[in-house]
């Protein structure tokens, strides 16, 4: 009998939002348009760059890297979501819902160090410009957008792993819009205390040491811009980082309010809301953030699409 109760859950149900009775055909079509929009944004920036040559410079290069990122994590989570939202929720397989934490958990970790390797392009072309392109070659990006993909999917398997051999007793039913390591906690009937400090222990450093990284190349970019002489050389020179400091501050935001902030009289509600904006909202305005006061995405769109543009002016 106990091995049958260790192996009966072989799917899990995710309520996504509850039931949201008449609004839930509005959500949808809310979240597939936001959802769509995002996947349109990215792709777009991903076909600039590698249609202009104007853009094909090393902050582009990482940008599109970073758009990829977007478009992997709203693929993986919004679709489950949206059948969720409509259906009053939705049945996901164990394996299905293991990959899903697992591709989850990895682009979190690729963005953090893509963001980081965003940062330090933004260091050299600012503090060292004599020598960027030379130091910044094809060779060299190529490497550094590598490692956060890599170092991403694979240092991820040490708090996947242990999560995908808990024992699942209880009752089946997730209270999330996808699958996350704290309500599969709830749900597992092994003991969970090693692996919680091993994910803890475990996402510190990975959060922390890109964060840090990021703080120290933007002290010493701000430090090189106030020695700038003239002004116009000052909103040249910061104009070419904001787009980058306010993405850095999205991602991060939502980040430590899910993960830092302790969730003591956080309700499960908030919670939600808070990783709709990680998983939703956040893919959906890096693009826009990067474009709307970007000359040269701009021109890039009316070099590759015409000049006859109605949205971009």
Request: glycine share 6%.
């Amino acid at each position: 009998m106990s091995v049958m109760n260790q192996t009966r859950v072989t799917e899990f149900f995710l309520l996504g939002f509850g039931n949201l009775h008449s609004f839930s055909v509005i959500f949808f079509i809310l979240f597939l348009l936001m959802y769509i929009f995002t996947v349109f944004g990215n792709l777009l920036i991903i076909i600039l760059v590698f249609t202009n040559v104007q853009l094909q410079t090393p902050m582009y290069y990482f940008l599109c890297h970073l758009s990829f990122s977007d478009l992997v994590v709203s693929t993986n989570i919004v679709p489950n979501m949206l059948g969720a939202v409509l259906l009053g929720g939705k049945m996901i397989t164990y394996t299905g819902c293991i990959f899903q934490l697992y591709v989850f958990c990895s682009t979190t970790i690729t963005e953090c160090l893509l963001l980081s390797m965003m940062s330090y392009d933004r260091y050299l072309a600012i503090c060292n410009p004599l020598r960027y392109f030379s130091i910044m070659d094809l060779k060299f990006r190529i490497g550094l957008s590598l490692w956060p993909w890599l170092l991403g999917f694979t240092l991820n398997l040490i708090a996947v792993l242990p999560v995908s051999n808990y024992n699942f007793c209880r009752d089946n039913i997730i209270d999330h819009f996808y699958c996350e390591v704290s309500p599969l906690q709830k749900l597992s009937c092994s003991d969970t205390t090693l692996v919680d400090m091993e994910v803890f222990l475990f996402s510190l450093p990975i959060f922390l040491i890109p964060c840090g990284f990021i703080i120290v190349t933007y002290v010493r970019i701000f430090l090189t811009i106030i020695k700038i002489p003239s002004t116009s050389g000052k909103q040249k020179a910061f104009s070419t980082c904001s787009s980058h400091l306010i993405v850095v501050g999205t991602f991060y935001g939502t980040l430590i309010a899910k993960y830092m902030i302790p969730s003591v009289g956080q309700t499960l509600l908030t919670n939600k809301m808070i990783s709709l904006l990680h998983t939703l909202l956040t893919p959906l305005v890096n693009p826009i953030i990067y474009s709307l006061r970007n000359q040269d995405i701009k021109t890039g769109f009316r070099k590759t699409f015409g000049q006859k543009t109605f949205f971009i002016h």
